[in-house]
């Protein structure tokens, strides 16, 4: 055990953890185990603990005698040591067959024979029930020995826990311990023992790990059992104690006030009890939860949804208490915003989300929360979980790191704006589902994100008006942020030779790219490409929303990104038509964008585009060279941008290199490096307006050449916005 003792936080900081119990050897004075400190100045461990300190065999049933035992008791106020005569022996009952895991009995109850100081006062205890997460602390009183598990199985005689493979483990020195559930602030039954591997029968020493062994598996004595078999000695009354009033605690007694106002008798209670146990998965719970008040609260804050889900419940039962109870529970600091029913359509909605809609998650969640600071590690997860799930081990991980964003979310105030008097703040979450709900392409999974908001706003009391006013700030967000149309094109060299090139074209009107072109082989000339690109784009532009230009994505080889179709003409003899005049022209090169070693880095830098600054690479005093510069780009995970000044085919190499590698933004310049102030003035400002920069200075450069000088070429791979499947054979050659 440790030697001050923890306060349990947040909403459960109505109780602490125990004081520290350790069973010492009268002849070295080291803790063999511990224990828990009991009303009328005794102590409870087990038996086999009291063995152990005699030096007696650990499960040797026979009755030590009239012996007493050198104890430590640690509270707030420091360490008391004192002596502890054994009271009250209920032997352990060796394992049977030969070999078993559990056994019987094995409870000792101790007194001492000098009182303590007021202040260190007896457990709590409370059932112990399959799901509790507890803790346990060695004898010795170190101040890190705590090792945290899970109850996994629990019956009336055993219980098993399960420890975490972060920390420590149950070992020896732990038993006689309380396995202690800070959400109930009580000990819900002893440390007993350990699983260990199997033994060498030669050298006794434990054999080799396996994947097979059991893992940090432990099991311990139920507090039903310690009751039972203290009972069955007459000393029922040892573990009976009353619990500490909830009302006694600031920031619950506002709760008990509105439980007792909505649910004055027990029937009630027991009746609400029932139904929020129902919608928690806990089964019936024992008949004392609604015997009173603090009984009832006491119940609801032993499970993280029990109290949103007792909430949920109350608007069936007394709706007209519910808002006092909503009030009341805000101030607890309880975690959980979601009942269990609330939280799982939630995560079925977030998990079945279409790829393009779940790469929104990021921009949805900072949008939607402008001011709020989203820690590092949340953003990390947040990049992925917009990866596809390509196996099952993949799968969970994903459905892990939006439970981590959900129950981020969950935690999150409400706004700052004005509601209706008496009504509740809309919460961040709340925001960000109508958000997300708003960028949905498919009308189904709209309308269900705006109703599971609907239904959760109204049971914590949020006013129809306010959430009405969010979603339309959503829907206006959504207009301005959809993405723009697009034309996409695929153009490589005609096998005929010459100026000749062959082209396919799709139209991506916000769903999925279509096809629109016939006679993909046939021979073209550059002005027939852009014709033909023109022809695609003129009905897409006049169909588009306020001032939207359509983008056009030219998908070539990696030989071919040089090809300078946004310079190309038209053969209108009234308006020049050059295509990367009038429209964004974007250079994609899907030999890269399937697979590879880097393909997870690509969404990585994709997610940092708004906020990493741009890499130069290439100029008098950066790194031209391949292996140079892969070694700069290794050493920069995050750049999700780069500017290019390199000369001739020292330029393209470095581009490709830049691709290959997943930069999904790459800008270089077709001519000499001399226009390095234009390529700096392109890249800054808004990382999403590059395309549009890159179009007004090819512009400009046709009316003031000399002040708009250069070539510039942008390669902008966006992992959001899908490629055709279908793909030209033998890509171009470089014009």
Request: charged residues 25%; aromatic residues 4%; contains cysteine.
């Amino acid at each position: 055990m440790t030697g001050e003792p923890e306060k349990v936080t947040g909403a459960r900081d109505w109780r602490e953890r125990p004081a520290a119990v350790a069973v010492l050897s009268p002849a070295d004075g080291r803790a063999v185990g511990a224990g828990v400190l009991l009303p009328g100045q005794r102590l409870l461990t087990c038996a086999h603990v009291v063995n152990s300190a005699l030096g007696n065999e650990q499960l040797a049933t026979a009755h030590p005698g009239e012996v007493t035992l050198p104890a430590t008791v640690r509270g707030p106020d420091g360490a008391f040591s004192r002596t502890a005569r054994l009271e009250l022996w209920i032997a352990p009952e060796p394992p049977a067959p030969h070999g078993a895991w559990e056994w019987g009995g094995d409870l000792a109850v101790l007194a001492l024979t000098e009182d303590l100081p007021p202040a260190l006062s007896p457990a709590y205890w409370q059932p112990m029930e399959k799901g509790q997460e507890v803790r346990a602390w060695h004898g010795g009183g170190a101040h890190g020995s705590y090792a945290d598990a899970r109850v996994t199985e629990c019956g009336d005689r055993f219980g098993y826990v399960d420890g975490r493979l972060s920390g420590l483990a149950i070992d020896h020195g732990y038993s006689g311990g309380p396995l202690w559930s800070a959400e109930l602030g009580a000990a819900v039954g002893l440390v007993a023992a350990t699983l260990t591997p199997p033994r060498d029968p030669a050298t006794g020493e434990p054999l080799p790990f396996t994947p097979q062994r059991v893992v940090r598996r432990s099991w311990g004595i139920p507090w039903q059992r310690v009751r039972a078999e203290l009972a069955s000695r007459g000393a029922a009354a040892l573990v009976e104690q009353a619990a500490p009033a909830v009302g006694d605690h600031p920031a619950l007694r506002p709760l008990a006030e509105a439980v007792a106002r909505a649910l004055p008798g027990p029937a009630q209670r027991a009746e609400l009890a029932r139904m929020v146990a129902d919608r928690c998965g806990m089964g019936t719970p024992a008949g004392t939860a609604g015997r009173t008040v603090d009984t009832f609260v006491r119940f609801l804050l032993a499970r993280d949804r029990a109290l949103p889900a007792f909430t949920e419940a109350l608007r069936l039962h007394s709706p007209e208490h519910v808002p006092r109870v909503l009030a009341a529970a805000r101030l607890t600091g309880q975690g959980a915003l979601l009942s269990p029913g609330e939280h799982r359509v939630l995560s079925g909605l977030l998990t079945t989300l279409a790829p393009a809609t779940a790469a929104l998650l990021p921009t949805v969640v900072r949008t939607a929360l402008p001011v709020t600071h989203v820690p590092a590690p949340l953003q990390r997860a947040l990049g992925r979980t917009t990866r596809p799930a390509a196996t099952p081990g993949d799968t969970e991980e994903h459905a892990r790191q939006l439970e981590a964003l959900v129950r981020y979310l969950e935690g999150l105030p409400g706004d700052s704006r004005t509601v209706p008097e008496g009504t509740s703040q809309v919460p961040g979450l709340l925001r960000v589902v109508e958000y997300l709900a708003a960028r949905c392409p498919g009308t189904q999974e709209r309308a269900a994100l705006r109703g599971w908001s609907e239904q959760v706003a109204a049971r914590l009391g949020v006013h129809d008006s306010a959430l009405h006013e969010r979603r339309a700030d959503a829907r206006e967000w959504a207009r301005r942020s959809a993405p723009a149309p697009r034309v996409l094109a695929e153009i490589g060299r005609h096998h005929a030779g010459g100026d000749r090139y062959r082209m396919r074209i799709w139209l991506d009107e916000g769903s999925r790219p279509l096809p629109v072109s016939e006679d993909a082989d046939r021979p073209r000339e550059p002005a027939e490409v852009v014709t033909e690109i023109f022809d695609v784009l003129g009905p897409l532009h006049a169909a588009a929303p306020g001032n939207t230009r359509p983008v056009v994505e030219l998908l070539l080889s990696r030989d071919a990104l040089d090809l300078a179709v946004d310079q190309w003409e038209s053969p209108d003899s009234l308006v020049p038509g050059m295509l990367g005049a009038e429209y964004p022209v974007v250079v994609r090169c899907p030999e890269f964008a399937e697979g590879g070693r880097f393909a997870a880095d690509w969404r990585h830098r994709w997610q940092g585009l708004e906020t990493c600054e741009p890499l130069r690479i290439g100029g008098p005093d950066e790194p031209a060279g391949r292996r140079e510069v892969y070694g700069l780009l290794m050493g920069s995970p995050d750049t999700a941008c780069v500017v290019v000044h390199a000369p001739g085919k020292a330029s393209a190499e470095l581009v490709r290199l830049c691709l290959a590698v997943r930069v999904p933004v790459v800008l270089w310049d077709r001519g000499q490096p001399a226009s390095v102030p234009d390529l700096e003035r392109i890249v800054r400002g808004a990382p999403c307006q590059t395309p549009e920069r890159v179009r007004v200075h090819r512009a400009q450069s046709l009316h003031s050449p000399g002040e708009f000088a250069g070539r510039p070429a942008l390669a902008w791979e966006d992992p959001d916005r899908a490629l055709p499947r279908a793909v030209l054979a033998d890509p171009s050659e470089p014009a």
